[in-house]
């Protein structure tokens, strides 16, 4: 685990944005993910979905974070979707049951994919 933990904005159509993550979420890194993430859903980009092909751990105030990202997207008429989520994340997301509450997308391509058909 380190402290590298990097958020870039790579697509963003109107409200809907996705955000490419990579490094390790935990203990450290945790805040910066919802710091970055709640700055995104202030600035407009209330509907996010996270790009997680580069994330490489994920411990339990990762997942918090993540919750309060989705509930901030909520708040503000938003939304929260994963994308390419590593297995043991998946994994731990469904044992959790939060992956009935998270949108889960094999790629961001595909999360992407029905807000575009109307564009």
């Given at each position: 685990m380190t402290d590298e933990l990097h958020l870039a904005l790579q697509d963003t159509?109107?409200?809907?944005?996705?955000?490419?993550?990579?490094?390790?979420i935990?203990?450290?890194?945790?805040?910066?993910?919802?710091?970055?993430?709640?700055?995104?859903?202030?600035?407009g980009h209330r509907r996010l979905i996270l790009d997680l092909t580069g994330v490489t751990f994920c411990d339990s105030a990762g997942l918090s974070a993540m919750i309060g990202l989705w509930h901030a997207a909520q708040?503000?008429?938003?939304?929260?979707?994963l994308a390419a989520v590593p297995?043991?994340?998946?994994?731990?997301?469904?044992?959790?049951g939060l992956r009935a509450v998270l949108?889960?997308?094999?790629?961001?391509?595909?999360?992407l994919a029905p807000h575009q058909q109307g564009a």
């Open positions: 159509h109107g409200p809907l944005s996705v955000v490419a993550v990579s490094g390790d935990d203990f450290h890194t945790a805040p910066r993910l919802r710091a970055g993430g709640l700055e995104l859903i202030g600035q708040e503000a008429g938003g939304s929260l979707a297995d043991r994340l998946l994994n731990i997301l469904t044992v959790t949108p889960v997308h094999a790629t961001a391509a595909e999360a």
